[in-house]
C-alpha cells in the first residue's frame, strides 16, 4: 500500500492514478489524517500531493514533522514538496514569477533513484507561484529549470524525495517512470496488484459476506453498474437480482441491448427484472419545461418504480451500489478536494427498501479500472467502453418539454452521430459525445417544399475529470456527413449545430 496525502491539489486523482498503473495498490487520504492511523496502514511509501496554499502561511494545511521521521519513503510533489522543505527547516519563498506549463527539466545529480532510466534534460509540467529558495538540512538538489534552482531535491539516507514539478501530469515526459522509481525502486514495492487478482479476491470476500443472503441490484446498463452486477453473478449467481428501469430516456435500443446482455437470453446467471415505465415517465413530465423540475421529477420516479419492484421481492439482505472511488473522493470522503459536485446519480438510495446492509464492489476503482475489469470479467466490450450517460437520460438532452416524439427524434440523431463517430475511428477518443434536441424551430427547405422543424445540436468533449472540458475538433468531413444523414433520416429536423463551448463557461449536459 502506498498512501497518497491529499493537500487539495487538483491532480490528486491522478497521483493515486499512476502509481496503480506501476501495478502498486494505493488509496487517497486527507492531510487531516492522523499520524496515528498512517502509522497503522504500515505504507511502503507516502505521496504529498500539490496544493493551493502557501506552505508559510500560519492557517495553511501541514503536517507534523513526525511523518518525516518515520522511516517511511516520502515524495512530496510541488506542495508537498514545498511543505516537506519548511517544514524540515528549508525555506519557501514567493516567486516574482508564476512558472506554468512546460519547462525544461536538468537533472544535475548522478544516480539519483529518482530519476533512474531519465534522461539528463527532458520536459516537465510546472504550475507555482511559490519555489523552494533554501533545502533542508541533509537534502541535495537533483533537478533544476531556468527559473526553478530546486526542481527537485532529496535525502538519500531518509528516504525523502520532494519534486517541484509535476511527474503525474502526461506533459511531464518521464513523469511515469520518477513515479515507478519512487514506489518501486525506492519504497519496495513488489508491482503485483493486478485486475485478475482483484476480481478473485472480491468474488471470494462477495462469496463470504452474502453467504446465503438475497442481494438486490439496481441495473442502469452504465459501464459501473453493469460490472458490479456481473462481478456479484460470478460470485453468488442467482441469489442476486437485478432491476433494470427503463424510463424512456435511454438512447436508441439500449433497453434492449440491456435486456440482451442481462436478460433470461443473456449470458449470466441472475434473475432480470426489466421495468418498462415509459409511459409513466412521460405522463410525469408532460408540460414541465423547467431543467431542475425534470430533474427532480425523473429522480423521484426512479426511486417510485425501483420501490415498487423491491415490493413485491420483499426483504432483501443487501443492496448493491456502482460506487466507485472518484465518487468516494468528490463526496469529499477520501481526500481533501472538498465536496466537487453533490452525487447527481439518479435520485440517491431508495430509503425504503428492506435491506441490511450495502455492497460497494468498485468502491475503491477508478473508472478505467473498472473497464479492466468488465473485460476480465467478460463484459461485451461496447458496454465496457460506453460512454458516461447521465441518470436522467435523454431528459437532460431535450431542451424543453419532453414528449415520445422528441424522444424518437433526438434517438434517432443520437444513433446517426454515433455511428459515424465511430466509422470515423473517433470513439475512444473522443471522451463523450452526444445528439440533444434544442427547442428551436426554423424555416428551412427541402425537396421544393417549406420546412418549419426542429434544429439538432452536436456535442463532443474532451475531458480528464468532466469537471472542465473542451469541444473536441471533429473532422469537418464528419459533421458534414452527419448533418446530412440526421437531415435525410430522422423526420422532424431541418438543421444541425455544432456547439463549440468549453465547459466553463457551458456545461456538457444541456440543461
Ligand atoms: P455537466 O453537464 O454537469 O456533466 O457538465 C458532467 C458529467 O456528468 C454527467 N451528468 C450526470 N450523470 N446523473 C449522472 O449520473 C446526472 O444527473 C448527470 N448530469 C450530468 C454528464 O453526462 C457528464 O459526463
Known amino acids: 500500500l502506498v498512501i497518497v496525502l491529499d493537500f487539495g491539489g487538483q491532480y490528486n486523482q491522478l497521483v493515486a492514478r499512476r502509481v496503480r498503473e506501476c501495478n ?8 487531516k489524517t492522523d499520524l496515528e492511523k498512517i502509522k497503522e496502514m504500515n505504507p ?52 516574482d514569477v508564476r512558472e506554468y506549463g512546460k519547462s525544461h527539466l536538468i537533472v544535475s545529480k548522478e544516480n539519483s533513484a529518482l530519476f533512474e532510466g531519465v534522461p539528463q534534460e527532458s520536459t516537465c509540467w510546472m504550475s507555482h507561484f511559490d519555489y523552494i529558495s533554501e533545502i533542508a538540512d541533509g537534502f541535495e538538489i537533483s533537478s533544476y529549470t531556468k527559473d526553478c534552482p530546486v526542481a527537485s531535491c532529496e535525502n538519500v539516507e531518509k528516504k525523502l524525495y520532494a519534486i517541484q514539478f509535476h511527474p ?11 513515479l515507478s522509481n519512487f514506489v518501486m525502486n525506492v519504497c519496495g514495492c513488489a508491482g503485483d496488484w493486478r485486475m485478475d487478482s482483484f476480481v478473485e479476491e472480491q468474488i471470494k470476500a462477495i462469496r463470504e459476506k452474502v453467504g446465503d443472503g438475497k442481494v438486490l441490484c439496481a441495473l442502469s446498463g452504465g459501464v459501473d453498474s453493469s460490472v458490479a452486477a456481473v462481478l456479484l453473478s460470478k460470485a453468488i449467481g442467482n441469489q442476486l437480482t437485478c432491476v433494470f428501469v427503463d424510463h424512456g430516456l435511454l438512447r436508441k435500443n439500449e433497453g434492449d441491448e440491456v435486456e440482451a446482455v442481462f436478460g433470461p437470453e443473456g449470458h449470466y446467471e441472475l434473475n432480470f427484472i426489466r421495468v418498462n415505465a415509459q409511459e409513466r415517465y412521460y405522463e410525469k413530465l408532460k408540460g414541465v419545461t423547467e431543467p431542475e423540475a425534470k430533474r427532480k421529477i425523473i429522480g423521484e420516479e426512479f426511486i ?15 443492496l448493491v451500489q456502482g460506487t466507485i472511488y472518484p465518487d468516494v473522493v468528490e463526496s469529499g470522503l477520501g481526500g481533501e478536494s472538498a465536496v466537487i459536485k453533490s452525487h ?3 435520485g440517491g ?29 467478460g ?18 438532452r431535450i431542451i424543453g418539454e419532453v414528449t415520445a416524439e422528441k424522444v424518437r427524434i433526438v434517438q434517432d440523431a ?38 418549419y422543424d426542429y434544429a439538432i445540436a452536436l456535442r463532443a468533449v474532451n475531458t480528464i475529470d468532466f469537471m472542465t472540458a473542451e469541444a473536441a475538433q471533429i473532422p469537418y468531413e464528419v459533421l458534414n456527413k452527419v448533418m446530412s444523414r440526421i437531415i435525410n433520416e430522422v423526420r422532424g429536423v431541418n438543421r444541425v449545430f455544432y456547439d463549440i463551448t468549453s465547459k466553463p463557461p457551458g456545461t456538457i449536459e444541456f440543461e
Do not use: W
Not at 429 to 443: D, E, H, K, P
Open 414 to 451: 443520437d444513433a446517426i452521430y454515433r455511428e459515424e463517430i465511430a466509422n470515423a475511428g473517433l470513439d475512444r477518443s473522443i471522451g463523450q459525445y452526444f445528439a440533444a434536441l434544442t427547442n428551436m424551430r426554423s424555416v428551412g427547405v427541402m425537396g421544393d417544399e417549406r420546412t
Open 24 to 31: 502498486v495498490y494505493c488509496e487517497i487520504y486527507s492531510y
Open 379 to 396: 463484459i461485451p466490450e461496447y458496454l465496457v467502453f460506453r460512454q458516461p450517460f447521465p441518470g436522467p437520460g435523454l431528459g437532460i
Open 304 to 318: 417510485r418504480v425501483f420501490e415498487e419492484e423491491a415490493k413485491k421481492i420483499g426483504a432483501v439482505d443487501f
Open 44 to 95: 511502503k511509501g507516502i505521496i504529498l500531493t500539490g496544493g493551493p496554499n502557501s506552505c508559510y502561511e500560519a492557517d495553511s494545511p501541514t503536517y507534523s514533522k513526525e511523518l518525516f521521521e518515520l522511516g517511511i519513503p516520502v515524495l512530496g510533489l510541488c506542495y508537498g514538496a514545498q511543505l516537506m522543505q519548511h517544514v524540515l527547516g528549508g525555506k519557501v519563498e514567493r516567486a
Open 349 to 377: 438510495l431508495p430509503d425504503y427498501v428492506d435491506f441490511r446492509e450495502i455492497i460497494e464492489p468498485l468502491r475503491d476503482l477508478f473508472k478505467d479500472e473498472v473497464r479492466k475489469v468488465g473485460l476480465e470479467l
Open 344 to 346: 447527481h446519480n439518479v
Open 168 to 178: 503525474e501530469v502526461l506533459h511531464t515526459e518521464y513523469g511515469k517512470n520518477m
